[in-house]
């Protein structure tokens, strides 16, 4: 089989992508070999991966492609392609293009295939809890779930939840085969700090591993929902391979999380690299980075992935031990667990 | 003011004119007096409201007039202008551009000017209780109300829901103040029967009147929401006048609407006119028609327009009178009711 990954060079999409060509022995999804992977990303897709003989890379914006994907079959395509939040708030063109336009473009070709007599190629779509945001009118439950109302409140979350709705359609009409999966937050994400107002998420955990301060702009109290990138990787692939029936519907669901607070992230990170490690973090209160965070629901219920069989990790050492474990021959991403360590 | 109607020339967009016109005497609009009103539609508007100095009638697509708008000054616009639930189902590219595509060159047109130093433009959207579906993952409420989960089941319905998720973010990014409200079925409508499925919704009380047979397509005891064509023009006007706090939010609002069974619609009709006009209408069930009423919701509720003052008639008698009082002059529509009618 084929498989088109957009989004395909990011952290997410190679994860995947060394996933897929692993699994189960000789690179299977849903039952059949694969035989190629197209990924398409605006950056290059990494080394390891470009090496594969079934891996082609593309590099480029997805609404250019977009057309050319018309007079090619691809048998599934996980569409990961999106400009992140921050970006989205910060230049409303960029985000409506690169999220809304490009994900139409993309189902415009899928339906012309469908229309010429091809089946519906089969679409995961990762859209993300951003759809939920706090509404006057609408309070926010505790735990947001498959029927919590979504109301967005950023760009992005409006542009993915759009695309939801688009491709729930584009699936009714029989266009294609589409099923959207929001994604909860990822940690701990590699690299440095960026710009978004997760990102101390993935930082007062990194840091610390890599022997450097980190400062925790909330109080500890915070609680939200977080997954580790395999966990999310081994959803999407489960979301491919449920059956329509299984799937229940054509609305997007909630991918599960751990609904952690701070306190026990930092907890976990005592437990796993010591309390060296752990006094690394510094509480350094930053009130607009606290008072976006106070916007966002505090964790998620994730019924019908459940059903599927989709799981998060139940503890967040797990979620520590991965990024060690896909860190151990970094040069200094474990610094400070190897120097300050007290125990793993 | 000058006000932009699109879809003004249709069933509802020059009633509401005609409203606005001649409004708190000379014609006002949240206080202020109504220079001229923009009707934009595809076909020409009625002659009444042509012979109006304060009108200009604009004939032709909305996507086409849109870019144009950038240049043109208006205090408020009613976005009226939608291809049809049918049509959309059967030309699906119609619908996307006629229902999506209009809309965001609209929003933004309205985008450029307030980029440009204009104030946000104030923006009143009819959306449709059509955004309503039955979904197998979320079993239908008795009645759904604003917080109900819209899960589409039509291409009409996505469309009219991605458009008040649109005009919600540009809401909050401060391009525009918009407010989408959500029509019930706006009974009775004047004309023939047409292919639409709530067309017996009408057709049940305006044949009779006008002295013909009409086919009773479902069950009596199906029930649905709906409101005469004057209280959804009145709703739209409060929606208008609004002010933001009083809206709360930025999500979509129900419009109220009264929710009868068709039992009691037959039951008034007879109040009304009489049980030989009653007696013209005929079950004949129609399995196509009453499994696609059978999705529909069976009734709304509107708590945060209620809290507007938006009211839907309370019986269903005080509907079938405004349009007999509509058809006075009417040469036939009301022929049954003179010649058959017991009382009035």
Known sequence: MRLLITGGAGFIGA?????????????????????QIVLA??????????????????????????????????????????????????????????????TRALL???????????????LVFSSSIAVFGPDP???FPPLVGDDTLPTPQTSYGAQKHICEHLIADYTRKGFIDGRAARLVTVTVRPGRPNGAASSFFSGIIREPLAGEEALLPVDASVAHAMASPQSMVDGLVKVYEASREAFVGRSALNMPGLNVTVQQMLDALEKVAG?????L?????????AGIVANWPRG???????????????????????????NEGHPTALKGLRELGGRR
């Not at 996933?19 to 070999?33: I, P, V």
């Not at 070709?109 to 089969?122: D, E, I, M, Y």
């Not at 309390?275 to 006094?279: G, H, L, N, S, Y």
């Open 15 to 35: 994860r995947l992508a060394r996933t897929l060509l692993a699994r189960e022995g000789d690179g299977r999804l849903d039952g059949r070999r694969i035989e």
């Open 41 to 102: 990303d605006q950056a290059t897709a990494p080394a390891d991966l470009l090496a594969d003989a079934r891996v082609q890379g593309r590099v480029g914006k997805l609404h250019e492609h977009a057309h050319g994907l018309r007079d090619e079959e691809f048998d599934g395509i996980f569409h990961l392609a999106s400009a992140v939040s921050g970006e989205c708030e910060a230049d409303f063109d960029l985000g409506m293009s690169s999220n809304l336009d490009s």
């Open 108 to 122: 415009d070709a899928l339906r012309h295939r469908q229309q010429k007599g091809a089946r519906p190629t089969r």
């Open 137 to 139: 009118a609408y309070p």
């Open 275 to 279: 309390p060296k490690v752990r006094a």
């Open 281 to 289: 973090v510094k509480p350094q209160r930053d009130e607009r980075i």
């Open 300 to 326: 998620v219920t994730a019924r019908r992935a459940g059903a599927l069989g989709i799981r998060a990790e139940s503890n967040f050492e797990d979620i520590i031990r991965q990024y060690i474990a896909d």
